[in-house]
């Protein structure tokens, strides 16, 4: 793949010891947190994607460049880290899952406080979502 060179967020060198290790666990289960949202609704890909990109850079040299050049995390890591941006698919493909999810809370939460709660979060996180710039290139 092609190299990509994007300094890690807010940090030179990563931190030694028990800190190294706790960044590391963290990426590692933010990612396969995130590969299973892409199968379960309700469980956020991207927010999950870009966390395990932040805590590999600061526990795992080896699991940030591989995000950085994968097919499909890459650019949007690159996009969120230079820019904050979000692309207008991403946004939309976001939108539709928290549509979808909500639906389902709607269907099957055991009280109906609980669907509100989870409808409330979902449609902050997309009034956020959609306020955040689209990558300039």
Not at 68 to 84: A, S
Request: aromatic share 8%; hydrophobic share 55%; net charge positive.
């Amino acid at each position: 793949g092609p190299q990509v060179a994007v300094p890690a967020p807010g940090r030179r060198h990563a931190p030694r010891g028990v800190g190294r290790w706790a960044w590391w666990l963290l990426a590692y289960a933010s990612l396969g947190l995130g590969l299973l949202g892409i199968v379960v609704p309700g469980l956020p890909t991207v927010p999950l994607v870009l966390l395990a990109a932040y805590a590999a850079a600061r526990g795992s040299r080896r699991l940030r460049a591989w995000l950085l050049v994968h097919r499909r995390f890459g650019r949007p890591i690159r996009h969120w880290e230079r820019e904050g941006a979000v692309t207008r698919r991403a946004k939309r493909l976001a939108s539709a899952m928290m549509l979808a999810s909500g639906a389902l809370v709607l269907a099957f939460a055991p009280r109906p406080w609980m669907a509100g709660a989870s409808i409330a979060v979902m449609a902050l996180v997309a009034l956020w979502l959609w306020r955040r710039p689209e990558p300039r290139q």
